[in-house]
């Protein structure tokens, strides 16, 4: 027996100290806790966030509490979600927020965004439901073979969600986007005392701080040490890109024509310096026709005026939805054949990974893999500098 610790147990009792448990070493990913003991930091792998500003993320011992900034766009309130390690009790004091316990199990996809990163995470098992038109779009191999394996069950979309079915899936969270606060899944959903949880990606203004909320998704798993890594490593990779693309001398610079359609008319759509893909074309390092003209966010444009200050624009990429060759393009509208781009067959589009249903994997693994975009990008402005380098999402229209 060693005789130095016996009698100082027996003074730490005689003054009503309270010996501290053994510390966790990981967080706990299947399964719940046998014996609570509130000494005991249950989440010892946590997450910090430094891109993301749509997220805050605590830990308090037993539980965390995350919040939703900005759910949708003018959002009065953030969304607040209190993650209880399962085992341990509940803490007061949090009304009006959900309550989830966690590692979850069960999960419910009503986004192809989520896909990638489940997958990543090493959780598409628990993957039970996702919505239709998820289904239709979705990349993500692995999910389609739970698909065709019947292992994964279609919910509907949007505020017309099979409520039914998502009740029989029995699920521990369902994952969505909220768009207006009333008309989509969310409010159907939590009316129905089913977890429903917002995840508002898509509002960051850089791909980096879209990419992090895999952050998001890993704490309803306590996988934030695996997150952690994977997010690592798409920062540096990014970063790295980003600084090959900064190394470009001034006088080298190009001023690209960087353009979309928009839905709701023929104008053209020039982005915002301050919008994801503003930040996207500087750390790739180019300017874009019309920059100027758009500060901060992304402005309409109409055909001659783009075609007034680009036409002499050496790269063009429109950004066209399905278009995948030159005469494709050209038979939207026979003038692109005047822009300087189209006769020197520099024209690229996003549409190299793109299933049979219009899917496009740039809007699923692009979007949480940002420095495959990036790297892309770089190789076409700037060959030399990514000598040898395949493209992953985009194309040139031959």
Request: glycine share 8%; hydrophobic share 45%.
């Amino acid at each position: 027996m060693n005789t130095f610790r016996t009698p100082l147990i027996i003074l730490w009792l005689a003054f009503g100290l309270v010996i501290p448990a053994a510390a966790q070493d990981t967080n706990v990913v299947t399964g719940c806790v046998g014996n609570f003991d509130p000494t005991v930091d249950y989440f010892p792998d946590k997450v910090e966030l430094t891109h993301a500003q749509g997220l805050e993320i605590q830990y308090f011992g037993n539980y965390k509490v995350v919040r939703t900034l900005t759910p949708y766009p003018g959002a009065p309130d953030a969304l607040e979600y209190v993650l209880v390690q399962c085992g341990t009790p509940a803490p007061e004091g949090y009304d009006g927020a959900q309550v989830i316990e966690v590692p979850i199990q069960r999960f419910v996809s009503l986004s192809t965004t989520q896909l990638p990163p489940l997958r990543d995470l090493g959780h598409l098992d628990s993957l039970i439901g996702i919505d239709s038109f998820s289904y239709q779009l979705t990349n993500t191999t692995e999910v389609l073979e739970r698909i065709a394996a019947n292992q994964v069950v279609d919910v509907g979309s949007d505020a017309g969600i099979n409520l039914e079915v998502v009740l029989d899936l029995e699920p521990d969270v369902v994952m969505g986007n909220s768009f207006d606060g009333a008309n989509d899944a969310h409010p159907v959903l939590r009316d129905a005392g089913v977890a429903s949880v917002v995840n508002s990606e898509w509002l960051e203004t850089t791909l980096l701080g879209r990419a992090e909320w895999i952050k998001f998704l890993a704490v309803f798993f306590n996988e934030e040490a695996r997150a952690n890594a994977i997010f690592d490593t798409v920062e540096s990779e990014y970063q790295a890109a980003a600084d090959l693309a900064a190394g470009v001398p001034e006088d080298e610079r190009l001023t690209i024509l960087w353009n979309s359609f928009s839905i709701y008319s023929d104008a053209w759509v020039i982005p915002g310096q301050q919008t994801w893909v503003g930040e996207l074309l500087h750390d790739a390092g180019v300017d874009y026709v019309l920059m100027d003209d758009a500060p901060d966010t992304s402005q309409n444009f109409s055909f001659e005026a783009v075609f007034d200050a680009g036409v002499d624009a050496p790269v063009w990429i429109p950004n066209a939805f399905l278009v995948n060759t030159a005469e494709e393009l050209l038979g939207q509208d026979s003038r692109y054949a005047d822009f300087a781009a189209f006769q020197s067959g520099v024209v690229y589009n996003d549409t190299n990974r793109v299933n049979a249903n219009g899917g496009n994997d740039f809007w699923e693994t692009g979007i949480n893999h940002p420095q495959l975009i990036l790297q892309d990008l770089v190789s076409i402005f700037y060959p030399d500098l990514l000598p040898g380098h395949t493209l992953m999402f985009y194309k040139k229209l031959s």
